[in-house]
């Protein structure tokens, strides 16, 4: 199970879901506090900007990233919980979610997960770059972007409300 969340909801995440894994996806300078509960070895952190397109300053999510976060999911073995959070809990961390799901179950059809993250997180607005990203790296050949396309921008919201996302429907 993937439970996805904010930053300021990743204490409280860690400890009610008994997650021994997390993923964190943060712009530089924004400081993360691994619970205690979490061994080093079973967080990653990715440093990255909530962007889609190259701008001045910023990292853009990239090959590097991805092939890192699913680097790290594939050495998951699932007996326990891994938290996903960025800084709202609606772009980074949802997509994130979305591309651990589809690699872990490749043969779930890439719709139909779509609109399950939907259903889970209305705020949910998966960014595209890593999508595009993944997209190509898992051999999707569009269908994940298709898929994250068509369930459109979520609704606005500061924070996304945390939600679990199962791997396997």
């Not at 996806?25 to 962007?51: C, F, K, Q, W, Y």
């Not at 809990?89 to 179950?105: D, E, F, V």
Request: some cysteine; hydrophobic content about 45%; proline content about 5%.
């Amino acid at each position: 199970m993937i439970h996805v969340c904010s930053l300021a909801k990743v204490e409280e995440t860690v400890a009610r879901t008994g997650a021994d894994r997390m993923l964190s996806l943060l712009a530089a300078g924004t400081e993360v506090i691994r619970p205690a509960s979490i061994a080093r070895e079973n967080h990653l952190h990715l440093v990255m900007h909530d962007i889609a397109v190259a701008q001045d300053g910023m990292t853009m999510p990239g090959e590097e990233h991805v092939r890192n976060l699913l680097d790290f999911a594939c050495r998951w073995d699932r007996a326990k919980p891994m938290v996903v959070h960025c800084y709202a809990g609606i772009s980074r961390s949802t997509a994130s979610a979305y591309i651990i799901a589809a690699a872990l179950a490749p043969k779930r059809d890439e719709a139909e997960l779509a609109q399950m993250l939907r259903a889970l997180s209305p705020s949910a607005t998966p960014n595209p770059r890593l999508i595009a990203v993944a997209d190509m790296l898992l051999d999707r050949n569009g269908r994940m972007i298709e898929a994250i396309q068509a369930i459109g921008r979520g609704a606005d919201a500061f924070e996304g409300t945390p939600f679990a996302l199962k791997i396997d429907n």
